[in-house]
């Protein structure tokens, strides 16, 4: 199936559903899903941006303004998956809590707006990685129209590209808990740690970035090609690292890989 037969596809599916709350979150997938159910759905659709300190404070504001851009009635929400204690533990299905907290709060939402479905921005690539949190997805009856049109992570940046969406060269996310090995407790204070650290080499234009938290050490992961601009800034990034209460800043010379994390459960992050 050519892509331009999957976007026809998610077209026809999302039709089907007659109207949808959309956990939107700003990043590619999600804001690409929003978009084409808006466009197809119109004031039958809405968008659903659930807030906590597990969301860096940069893209809440972004979700936020993505929303009012594209027109499209927004509910914003506390998400209280730090008062689960399995959460916060950080077990290896932690995601699993995060999306059912989720959509704890999406489902009644839903219903009281009058919408039939709640849809998620989950994308073909994702079955190739470690998501326990699609799990709790299926469990409570959450859609996934990107997923079952076929559409994979660059046919989704493709179709972004081609409608005009700011987000499709946006580099990859992922909440901020995941900065975290499994098994190191979650707090906000180590949250605004790893976010405010992330925001700083933001604004010093390091783009695609993870700050790994490894108790007093953070480990910095960069592209490749950044790593000259980062030794040569060395002095600037270590006060930066300091000022958020690290002690040792290190730079991973493996380069930035989304969900390297899972190498310590046995799990290969994917290429």
């Known amino acids: ?16 559903y007659g109207s949808a709350l959309v956990c939107f979150s700003g990043g590619v997938d999600s804001t690409f899903l929003l978009h084409v159910a808006h466009d197809v759905l119109g004031d039958r659709c809405f968008a659903l941006i659930a ?13 936020r303004e993505l929303a009012d851009s594209m027109g499209v009635r927004c509910e914003v929400l506390e998400s209280q998956e730090l ?3 399995e959460f916060r533990n950080n077990p290896k299905n932690r995601c699993y809590y995060c999306k059912a907290e989720l959509l704890k709060i999406a489902t009644p939402l839903a219903r009281r707006l009058g919408l039939w479905e709640v849809l998620v921005g989950t994308n073909v690539d994702d079955l190739g990685d470690y998501r326990p949190g699609l799990q709790a997805s299926k469990e409570q009856g959450a ?9 994979n992570k660059q046919e989704i940046r493709e179709l972004s590209r081609q409608l005009g969406l700011p987000t499709w060269d946006k580099p990859q996310l ?8 499994y098994g190191t407790e979650i707090t906000p204070e180590r949250l605004r740690q790893v976010d405010d650290f ?5 604004e010093l234009g390091f783009r695609q970035l993870r700050v790994r938290y490894h108790d007093e050490v953070a480990r910095l992961e960069l592209e490749p090609e950044d790593m000259p601009r ?3 800034m060395r002095e600037e990034i270590v006060r930066l690292g300091k000022r958020q209460g690290f002690t040792f800043i290190s730079l991973d010379l493996a380069g930035f890989k989304s969900g390297s994390l899972n190498q ?4 290969r992050p994917a290429p």
């Open 1 to 16: 199936m050519t892509t331009a037969e999957k976007y026809q596809r998610l077209r026809d599916l999302i039709a089907e």
């Open 51 to 63: 807030v906590s300190p597990t969301m860096a404070k940069s893209e809440q504001r972004t979700a």
């Open 83 to 85: 008062l689960r204690e």
């Open 143 to 151: 859609r996934h129209p990107l997923l079952d049109a076929g559409l």
């Open 174 to 181: 992922a909440c901020l808990s995941s900065r975290f090995p």
């Open 198 to 202: 992330e925001e700083g080499l933001r």
């Open 230 to 232: 980062a030794l040569d």
């Open 264 to 267: 310590l459960i046995g799990i």
